[in-house]
């Protein structure tokens, strides 16, 4: 069965910064594109950034871009999420997702997505 594990989520100050990780077991994701989505209570998940297999191209939302940072290790089987100049808006749960497609192809639709972490909570206060 695969896992996916997120870290790294708490509470921080407007402006301030968190690292969320993202540890994947039971699946070499060395040929996925991995995401990163968020959801607020009240809201729809949406897309926050998606990283190619082998971590050479990413996208990101224009609510996170210039913000945000995701980058992928093979290796470990891990994805993180920089997170700086944290706004009250990017309060969410931040959950990690795997494609399991393996073209070189970046999705921004998380229906699209197979595998999900449980999540975990940014709390950014004003």
């Known amino acids: 069965q695969v896992q996916l594990v997120e870290s790294g989520g708490g509470l921080v100050q407007a402006g301030g910064s968190l690292r969320l990780s993202c540890a994947v077991s039971?699946?070499?994701?060395?040929?996925?594109?991995m995401g990163w989505f968020r959801q607020d209570p009240g809201k729809e998940r949406e897309f926050v950034a998606v990283?190619?297999?082998?971590?050479?191209?990413?996208i990101y939302a224009d609510s996170v871009k210039g913000r945000f940072t995701m980058s992928k290790d093979n290796a470990k089987n891990a994805v993180y999420l920089q997170m700086n100049n944290l706004k009250p808006e990017d309060t969410a749960v931040y959950y990690c997702?795997?494609?399991?497609?393996?073209?070189?192809?970046?999705?921004?639709?998380?229906?699209?997505?197979?595998?999900w972490g449980q999540g975990t909570q940014v709390t950014v206060s004003s």
């Open positions: 997702a795997l494609d399991r497609d393996t073209r070189v192809v970046l999705r921004t639709d998380p229906s699209e997505y197979d595998y």
């Open positions: 039971t699946w070499t994701f060395s040929s996925n594109a």
């Open positions: 990283i190619s297999y082998n971590g050479r191209n990413t």
